[in-house]
């Protein structure tokens, strides 16, 4: 089956430019989800969709990040305006329900620094 | 709030040797528990899970035990090979939402 597809997968921009990426998930996955891995660290869980509907977001900043997947398929996550400080991977994964226990698929990331 | 703590940060075997990662989580009502291996540059990748209704599990070379009094797990690599060396992460399941709380990460290093 085709994993779970993220663009770009490198992006360099200024501080308080804003960026979007894109993911994918895998075919008929209903579970979505956006992490920031900041170097050293483990996955943060940004958000969290179930189809179309946003399941957790309490980790997202929301002044300046926002996330939506509109038709429950692809999702996008945008950044705006970019601190220094978001420069990360951001990964996404998905899996076919969080209902049940299985391990998620990570797409390759989209690797964002801001200078 | 739910949390999961890894030790070591780094660890550095000799090759054949075996290797041990713990981890502890807060929250007692997870019930799911995975292990992902991060190559530089490259994606987590699943590489054993544990259920809460099970003790250990082993595939080949790796095994992972789960003590829920304890809210502790642990994985092991037997025969370490230089191709182990890489960021290893362990994860708790949320037991409402299903998201996954991941630890600090190991780096383990094999050393030929």
């Known amino acids: 089956e085709a994993g779970v597809a993220q663009s770009p997968r490198y992006k360099i921009i200024e501080k308080r430019q804003s960026v979007a990426f894109w993911c994918n998930p895998i075919?008929?996955?209903?579970?979505l989800y956006w992490y920031q891995q900041i170097l050293g660290q483990g996955p943060k869980l940004l958000i969290q969709?179930?189809?179309?509907?946003?399941?957790?977001d309490s980790q997202l900043p929301k002044d300046r990040f926002s996330a939506e997947r509109l038709k429950g398929v692809d999702s996008t996550l945008k950044i705006q305006p970019a601190k220094l400080e978001d420069s990360a991977v951001y990964l996404c994964?998905?899996?076919?329900?969080?209902?049940f226990g299985y391990g998620y698929t990570f797409g390759s990331g989209t690797r964002l620094t801001v200078v | 709030g739910e949390n999961v703590e890894q030790h070591p940060s780094t660890l550095s075997v000799q090759e054949g040797d075996s290797a041990v990662i713990k981890c502890t989580y807060s929250?007692?009502?997870?019930?799911?528990f995975p292990w992902y291996k991060q190559e530089l540059g490259k994606r987590p990748q699943l590489i054993i899970d544990?259920?809460?209704?099970?003790g250990e599990k082993k595939d080949q070379r790796i095994a992972v035990t789960l003590n829920k009094t304890a809210k502790h797990f642990s994985l092991h690599i037997t025969e370490t090979q230089p191709e182990d060396s890489a960021v290893y992460f362990c994860a708790a399941r949320s037991y409402g939402t299903g998201k996954l709380i991941f630890g600090q990460g190991t780096t383990l290093q094999v050393k030929p």
């Open positions: 994964a998905s899996s076919p329900s969080m209902e």
């Open positions: 075919s008929g996955h209903a579970t």
């Open positions: 544990i259920r809460s209704n099970v």
């Open positions: 929250d007692s009502a997870s019930n799911y």
């Open positions: 969709f179930q189809n179309n509907g946003v399941v957790d």
